[in-house]
């Protein structure tokens, strides 16, 4: 008997062995197959059409082998300071009072952070984020505060409803009805992620939220975690769309602890918004009238997308070029 179990137990232990040396063998094939593949960098992704003018702006930091950090917050200088654009900065749309209010954030590769919400007369909000991040021992300042802060370190103060947003509003007064709708511009964010030439991440993102809004309502933009995040070691990911409902799911965080599990960026975009769908379902609402889209990218330079419905791209600039893709959705498949 003590012989049988001697040998049961030698046989246990060889086994194990075994098993230990096979899966040290398999992780460090894993291992070095991804150390096979080149890193794409540097790379910048931006929300939306007007995302291949803020790439530009960013490609010209990051080809000179610049900080994420700066390429990001200049791609998105861009539409904040076109009046064209009716969704960032200057040119937004104002709330139902008739005033422009601004929300955006920022992130390093040190995780440092910095945000501005319902912030008036302030044509760069992203810069001003930039500055609350860097010069203050705050993460987010908000109204009166932000404006306040932001004069104080230089910034100029302007008007920012231009004619046409203006004329829009005094026909919405006419109705003073509040329906928004998916993929016009009516919210549509800026969010920008980018890796320069040393591997490492930045974000940004930046808006005037939704056409004739409470005065005071903020949406997911200026949130860390929700609107943007950045985890040097894994990713980072941004969020456009309906804000309460990327709030809702912590969005850009999520996507990224996804990728932490092992999720291509593009699979981490779309559980993400199936996240959303199940929760909207359960809610009762009606999906086709929601927008959401993520857009990723990992530290080995994939990217990815998606979104709840058709309507949604994004710019990508690499060294291969600029170009605009459309995002994958949802609704087509119900």
Same mark, same amino acid.
């Given at each position: 008997?003590?012989?049988?179990?001697?040998?049961?137990?030698?046989?246990?232990?060889?086994?194990?062995?075994?098993?230990?040396?096979?899966?040290?063998?398999?992780?460090?094939?894993?291992?070095?197959?991804?150390?096979?593949?080149?890193?794409?960098?540097?790379?910048?992704?931006?929300t939306?059409?007007?995302?291949?003018?803020?790439?530009?702006?960013a490609?010209e930091?990051?080809?000179?082998?610049?900080?994420?950090?700066d390429?990001v917050?200049?791609?998105?200088?861009?539409?904040?300071?076109?009046?064209?654009?009716?969704?960032?900065?200057?040119g937004?749309?104002?709330?139902?009072?008739?005033?422009?209010?601004?929300?955006?954030c920022?992130?390093?590769?040190?995780?440092?952070?910095?945000?501005v919400?319902c912030?008036?007369?302030?044509?760069?909000p992203?810069?001003?984020?930039r500055?609350?991040?860097?010069?203050?021992?705050?993460?987010?300042?908000?109204?009166?505060?932000?404006? #306040?802060? =932001?004069?104080?370190?230089?910034?100029?103060k302007?008007?920012? !409803?231009?004619?046409?947003?203006? +004329? /829009?509003? $005094?026909?919405?007064?006419?109705?003073?009805?509040?329906?928004?709708?998916?993929?016009?511009?009516n919210?549509?964010?800026?969010?920008?992620?980018?890796?320069?030439?040393?591997?490492?991440?930045?974000?940004?993102?930046?808006t005037?939220?939704?056409?004739?809004?409470?005065?005071?309502?903020?949406?997911?933009?200026?949130?860390?975690?929700?609107?943007?995040?950045?985890?040097?070691?894994?990713?980072?990911?941004?969020?456009?769309?309906?804000?309460?409902?990327?709030?809702?799911?912590?969005?850009?965080?999520?996507?990224?602890?996804?990728?932490?599990q092992?999720?291509?960026? #593009?699979? =981490?975009?779309k559980?993400?918004v199936?996240?959303?769908?199940? !929760?909207?379902?359960?809610?009762? +609402? /009606?999906? $086709?009238?929601?927008q959401?889209?993520?857009?990723?990218l990992?530290?080995?330079?994939?990217h990815?997308?998606?979104?709840?419905?058709?309507g949604?791209?994004?710019?990508?600039?690499?060294?291969?070029?600029?170009?605009?893709?459309?995002?994958?959705?949802?609704?087509?498949?119900e």
């Amino acid at each position: 008997m003590a012989n049988r179990r001697e040998f049961l137990k030698t046989t246990a232990l060889a086994s194990a062995a075994i098993a230990l040396q096979s899966f040290q063998q398999n992780s460090a094939e894993e291992d070095n197959r991804f150390d096979d593949k080149p890193i794409k960098k540097p790379i910048v992704l931006a929300t939306w059409q007007f995302g291949m003018q803020a790439n530009q702006a960013a490609w010209e930091i990051l080809k000179k082998n610049g900080r994420a950090l700066d390429a990001v917050e200049a791609g998105v200088k861009i539409p904040e300071g076109d009046p064209s654009e009716r969704s960032v900065g200057y040119g937004g749309r104002p709330d139902r009072e008739g005033r422009v209010t601004l929300d955006a954030c920022i992130m390093d590769e040190f995780s440092n952070i910095g945000s501005v919400a319902c912030l008036e007369y302030i044509k760069h909000p992203i810069s001003v984020a930039r500055m609350v991040m860097e010069k203050t021992p705050h993460v987010m300042l908000v109204g009166e505060g932000a404006l #306040q802060f =932001a004069l104080q370190q230089g910034f100029k103060k302007e008007i920012l !409803l231009v004619e046409e947003s203006e +004329k /829009e509003w $005094k026909e919405w007064l006419k109705t003073n009805k509040y329906s928004p709708k998916a993929n016009i511009e009516n919210h549509d964010t800026i969010g920008m992620i980018a890796m320069d030439s040393d591997g490492n991440l930045s974000g940004a993102c930046t808006t005037s939220g939704m056409a004739f809004k409470m005065h005071g309502r903020v949406g997911d933009s200026p949130i860390i975690g929700a609107g943007l995040y950045v985890d040097n070691e894994i990713g980072a990911a941004t969020a456009t769309g309906h804000g309460e409902e990327v709030i809702r799911i912590s969005g850009s965080h999520l996507v990224v602890e996804l990728m932490r599990q092992g999720l291509s960026p #593009q699979k =981490a975009c779309k559980e993400a918004v199936m996240r959303i769908v199940k !929760l909207t379902k359960n809610r009762n +609402k /009606e999906l $086709k009238d929601i927008q959401v889209g993520f857009i990723a990218l990992n530290k080995k330079g994939e990217h990815g997308s998606y979104c709840v419905q058709g309507g949604f791209n994004y710019a990508l600039h690499d060294t291969s070029g600029n170009r605009l893709i459309d995002a994958d959705y949802y609704l087509k498949d119900e």
